[in-house]
């Protein structure tokens, strides 16, 4: 009975979410094809034309014609890759950055709208079984994840406990921290939910196959003009695929863009792969001493980024 039920699954989720009728259910002029290719674009490293046919599995011709309408109503750009003058690399103009940001909007809308429809206590186990069905499928088409499947997004609810979470796990694991080291991480995220300043502010959650395997902070620092940098880690097996390096450039970027002058760090000599991320991106050791924290002997460094004498 399991292919007539994953079918029936399959009619009733279609309907349910209004698939074959996209464009009326978030009231705009997309399909749900349409939508999706917005949506690689705007949130998927992966632009050139081969690499969208791929990831999607959708027929050549079929994606062409779709990308020139886009071309036509002003949404995209098409130009020869940087990588391969062979192949057609394709961007997001203002106006379809926008068309995909509305877009995107309007269905976490009508997401959450079909979710208030569900009760509170089911919807852990609503969430549980959808990954459930990811994890499941996705272990029988499974290959070894690429530089090019990460994403960095925004963090969602559920986001920031994770992290706190995670750091606590993870540094236990790695280095013997004791509850001190989850406690500070608690407190620094605390702070962050509580009072932060989204025009200055950030926290950036690396994501790989809709699962998150990093993050990173940049929030002021208590000096005028000056951002810190908090927070970076990566899941064990999500390393090597230049994760860490991804999170750090965009918190300089943006640190930058927002006109910050110097961007700092503290952070311990143990953390080698950490270190040599930020020497990559320009940043100097400016002091260091020993310290008794976590449950263990350390060497506390800090680092400085001047922003405004260095580029990427």
């Known amino acids: 009975m399991t292919v007539p039920e994953i079918r029936a699954f399959n009619r009733f989720y279609t309907n349910l979410i209004g698939a074959l009728d996209y464009s009326r259910q978030l009231h705009a002029p997309y399909t749900l094809t349409e939508s999706r290719v917005l949506y690689e674009l705007a949130h998927s490293p992966r632009t050139d034309t081969a690499d969208l046919r791929t990831e999607l599995s959708l027929d050549s011709g079929y994606l062409s014609r779709l990308l020139t309408k886009f071309e036509k109503d002003g949404l995209i750009e098409r130009t020869p890759s940087e990588k391969d003058t062979r192949r057609r690399s394709v961007t997001l103009t203002a106006r379809g950055r926008e068309t995909a940001d509305l877009l995107d909007e309007r269905s976490r809308d009508s997401v959450g709208s079909l979710l208030s429809t569900v009760p509170p206590a089911d919807r852990a186990r609503l969430t549980g079984a959808m990954r459930d069905i990811r994890a499941i499928l996705s272990d029988a088409r499974r290959r070894p994840p690429r530089r090019a499947d990460v994403l960095l997004r925004e963090p969602r609810p559920g986001d920031l406990g994770w992290i706190v979470q995670r750091n606590a796990v993870l540094y ?41 395997v990093g993050s990173v902070m940049c929030v002021r620092d208590e000096a005028p003009g000056t951002a810190r940098l908090r927070l970076l880690f990566v899941e064990p097996d999500a390393r090597g695929l230049g994760i860490g390096d991804r999170l750090v450039s965009s918190c300089v970027e943006f640190a930058r863009g927002v006109g910050y002058r110097e961007m700092v760090l503290w952070t311990n000599d143990v953390l080698t792969s950490a270190r040599l991320i930020y020497l990559r991106h320009g940043f100097v050791l400016a002091d260091e001493r020993p310290h008794r924290s976590f449950g263990a002997d350390l060497v506390g460094q800090d680092w400085r980024l001047d922003l405004l004498g260095t580029q990427e």
């Open 172 to 212: 236990t694991a790695e280095y013997g921290w004791n509850t001190d080291y989850e406690g500070l991480v608690a407190r620094i995220v605390a702070d962050f939910a509580e009072d932060h300043d989204p025009h200055l502010e950030r926290v950036w959650i690396a994501e790989v196959d809709g699962r998150q």
